[in-house]
């Protein structure tokens, strides 16, 4: 069983495109989050929820709109996709003491 | 913003030990991770400690907590081609609930 999943794991679309990446744990975790790495490997926060709420919204452009149905979802949708856009998304869930698991990762590339 | 710090390389040879380091700047850290990430993969949980322990070992794995001077190190024994990734070094601070802040990763490189 996958502990965090997140679809797709490729996307590939045209600047200007609205696109959603979605993510589920089934870890029971209250933390969930979304990292963006960019081609030098770094890994910026996003978003993060605690129990459907948002907790923190880092400086991302407001085209990047997080949605928490519910405690084990965390989804993001992109409006209007910039060719900067391009990089690999990661969804995380944590506890504190466990640690954060990562999904697989979302390569999206914007042509 | 908290800071994590990483040197971005370590090259050695198989059979050698790796030390990989990190600074970070949160005082009241509660817990540091590190993780490894392959090539067109995501991160691998490798071990964590939590800040009111120095040391903690896992196999391989020796993780050396200095709270004193924010340094945090991983080390791993009878280093193998296998353990060729990146390694990220990663906090949450007690004073940013749910933030988990992430060095920029140490490439590792074992030459056979």
């Known amino acids: 069983d996958t502990a965090v999943s997140q679809t797709p794991k490729y996307l590939v679309t045209q600047m200007g495109n609205d696109k959603s990446i979605k993510c589920e744990q089934n870890?029971?975790?209250?933390?969930m989050y979304w990292y963006k790495q960019d081609s030098k490997k770094f890994l910026k926060i996003m978003f993060s929820y605690n129990n459907k709420e948002l907790i923190i919204n880092e400086t991302v452009p407001n085209r990047f709109s997080p949605k928490s149905p519910d405690k084990a979802h965390l989804n993001l949708h992109i409006n209007s996709l910039e060719l900067g856009d391009s990089a690999v998304y990661f969804c995380?869930?944590?506890?504190?003491?466990?640690?954060?698991?990562f999904g697989q990762g979302t390569r999206l590339t914007v042509v | 913003g908290e800071d994590v710090e990483q040197s971005l390389f370590l090259s050695v040879r198989e059979g050698d030990s790796s030390v990989i380091n990190c600074t970070y700047t949160?005082?009241?850290?509660?817990?540091l991770y590190w993780y490894k990430q392959e090539p067109g993969a995501g991160l691998q949980l490798l071990t964590y400690i939590f800040s009111n322990m120095d040391m903690k070992q896992d196999q391989r794995l020796t993780v050396l907590l200095n709270k004193k001077d924010k340094h945090l190190s991983l080390r791993i024994a009878d280093t193998q081609t296998g353990d060729s990734a990146i390694y990220f070094c990663?906090?949450?601070?007690?004073?940013?609930?749910?933030?988990?802040?992430f060095g920029r990763g140490t490439q590792l490189t074992v030459w056979p």
């Open positions: 995380a869930s944590s506890q504190p003491d466990k640690g954060a698991f």
């Open positions: 870890l029971g975790h209250d933390t």
């Open positions: 949160d005082s009241s850290s509660t817990y």
């Open positions: 990663a906090e949450i601070g007690g004073s940013t609930l749910g933030r988990l802040y």
